[in-house]
């Protein structure tokens, strides 16, 4: 992997349930996860904003526990999580698929 990743800022279809200010694309958030667990590892983010974080492990098998103490950002997430749970998987790998070094990650 190299040390400087090339992504696109965040997309207008990540932001369709709400806009957090520092709010991570989920190409960034699923790069960390793929390249720092395992599938079924936990992950904890103790300021869980939007749950970028939550989307990524959940997109690749891992399970999550994101905490915040803003109700908005709280909504948000829960908001997020059901338009995740209302797609299919592969509709958030076509999204992020594309991007420059990302698509070895998801090969066998």
Known sequence: MKDVWDLPAI???EKTQGKHPTQKPLSVLSRIVLASTRENDLLLDPFTGSSTTGIAANLFN???IGIDMEQNYLDI???RYQEFCSNNRGYYLDKIAGLPNYIDYLKP
């Open 77 to 79: 997430s829960i908001k």
């Open 62 to 64: 891992r399970k999550f």
């Open 11 to 13: 997309a207008r279809w």
